[in-house]
């Protein structure tokens, strides 16, 4: 059986060695793990995961390698202060395993009691960056070197209680995000709700408005068929009722021809009646004559005209207008 032995010297210069590589052992956690070997990791809430059975504390190579390898091995990683890390190819994995091939060497006994305050302020690291299977990697390194570690129990605690931390602020953050996209999509259908209402009253005022313009029109159009109405009504009125005659009281006729009588309406034997409204100038002449009313229409109109206009009146003070009405009667003369 081989055996080891470590100088107190060399135990004092390995001790040196560890605690000068501790921030640089830290950070190569996060390095590219070395050929061959499983990369840790990397950082994400483990609690909704499957549980799954525990992967060994020193991994498979390094448990195959002879007892030579793994001192050298162990060495190795001392002097490029890989510690604890990366998994598979690190001082204490090597020496755990030279442990299991060699319990009673102890050098291998020291140089792991020294390892172990790194190792547990690594897991506590991983812990506090929520790399749960780093911690977990850790803490079975710790407890193969040591099942009764005082800071075993307060490291598992502490991991199981960040887990439960991760997972709730997950959930809370999920539960945010969905009362986030809830509140957009209420917000959303308020806004298309308002803007429907808003197109649906705009709708509605431009109808009332072309409606009233559409009543205005017909009003319009029925106020002015009313007014056509009453005027021609009026003037039927005007037509059909003759008005008194003015005050002849004052007009003395001096000659008052008769008219002469159409040869057609002669022929037919053709009698009517014209009233003629006329008006006598101050030397008595007739100034102006129109027909009112004719019967038959348009028969007798032209030559009752004609003959009032040859009447003569006696000189008056002013102009008088005046209605006759001019018969014809074919029997009569």
């Not at 008088?320 to 001019?326: E, Q, Y």
Request: aromatic fraction near 4%; hydrophobic fraction near 45%.
């Amino acid at each position: 059986m081989l055996s080891m032995t470590i100088s107190p010297k060399s135990r004092l210069c390995a001790c040196l060695l560890l605690a000068a590589a501790l921030g640089a052992c830290s950070k190569q956690e996060e390095a590219a793990p070395a050929a061959g070997a499983t990369p840790p990791a990397p950082s994400a809430p483990a609690a909704a995961a499957p549980a799954a059975p525990p992967a060994p504390a020193v991994a498979a190579t390094v448990q195959a390698m002879g007892a030579d390898q793994l001192r050298d091995a162990a060495s190795q990683a001392l002097r490029e202060n890989r510690m604890y890390a990366p998994a598979g190819d690190n001082a204490m994995e090597y020496y755990l395993a030279l442990r299991d091939k060699l319990p009673d060497d102890p050098g291998v006994s020291s140089a792991l009691t020294d390892l172990m305050p790194y190792t547990v302020i690594a897991a506590e690291q991983a812990v506090g960056r929520e790399q749960f299977d780093e911690a977990q990697r850790l803490v079975a390194l710790i407890e193969k070197a040591d099942k009764t570690a005082p800071a075993l129990p307060r490291i598992k605690q502490s991991i199981t209680n960040s887990q439960q931390a991760v997972a709730q602020r997950s959930e809370a953050e999920a539960a945010r995000a969905k009362a986030e996209v809830e509140a957009r999509a209420q917000a959303q259908q308020q806004q298309l709700a308002q803007q429907q209402a808003a197109e649906a009253e705009a709708a509605r005022r431009l109808a009332a408005e072309a409606e009233a313009a559409r009543e205005a029109a017909a009003e319009r159009q029925a106020a002015a068929a009313r007014e056509a109405a009453a005027r021609q009504a009026a003037a039927q009125q005007a037509a059909a009722t003759p008005a008194p005659a003015p005050a002849q009281r004052n007009l003395r006729p001096i000659s008052m021809a008769s008219p002469r009588y159409p040869p057609d309406a002669l022929r037919a034997g053709t009698s009517g009646e014209v009233l003629v409204e006329f008006t006598v100038g101050t030397d008595g002449s007739v100034t102006d004559a129109r027909v009112l009313r004719a019967n038959p229409a348009r028969t007798f109109d032209r030559e009752a005209l004609n003959a009032v206009r040859r009447w003569r009146f006696e000189p008056v003070d002013a102009p008088v207008t005046t209605r006759r009405t001019v018969a014809f009667n074919p029997g009569g003369g």
